[in-house]
């Protein structure tokens, strides 16, 4: 589950404020027993993502709170000792496009990706070793070659760092 703050108005739908503020983070979901009510009038708007590796492609790092193993997995594999709040304006400007809403993506040797980052080609599509899964809401489709040349990516270099750095996000078991 991930959450970018209050994304919803008091009817359930979601507005334009798409970036209420720069903390990204991806949650478990379930904690210390807590329960929520999803899209509770002025509480954060849940975000479901299929894994780890789709949340850290739409700019999303570990929670500290609830995740605070992989929080603290991903700081030390990306090589960052700053504070979460630096974190989150350094993927910030990683991830967004300011004032369009747009993501930002670029382009890199395929080569150079560790598993776990996803690229674009006519869809989006997650490394792993000599492959690549097509990525889908239900889950991951048939692997097929991994291409060669330069590539478009997804995943923030930041969350790049982190997984050539030893982060292993948790996968879906279609995966």
Request: hydrophobic share 40%; aromatic share 6%.
């Amino acid at each position: 589950m991930g959450n970018r703050g209050i994304l919803h108005d008091e009817r359930g739908h979601i507005g334009r404020a798409l970036w209420k503020h720069k903390s990204w983070i991806i949650c478990v979901l379930e904690h210390k027993g807590w329960h929520r009510t999803v899209m509770t009038p002025g509480a954060y708007t849940e975000l479901f993502f299929l894994d780890d590796a789709v949340a850290l492609a739409a700019g999303h790092r570990p929670c500290a709170l609830c995740r605070r193993s992989a929080f603290d997995a991903y700081r030390r594999a990306a090589g960052l000792t700053s504070r979460a709040s630096d974190m989150d304006d350094r993927l910030h400007t990683e991830r967004a496009i300011p004032r369009t809403f747009g993501q930002r993506r670029y382009q890199t040797d395929a080569a150079t990706l560790p598993d776990g980052a996803i690229i674009l080609d006519t869809i989006p599509l997650l490394v792993q070793g000599d492959r690549l899964r097509p990525v889908s809401p239900s889950g991951y489709g048939d692997p097929r070659p991994r291409m060669t040349g330069i590539v478009t990516v997804l995943t923030p270099p930041t969350s790049v760092a982190a997984l050539k750095g030893g982060f292993s996000p948790v996968l879906h078991p279609s995966a």
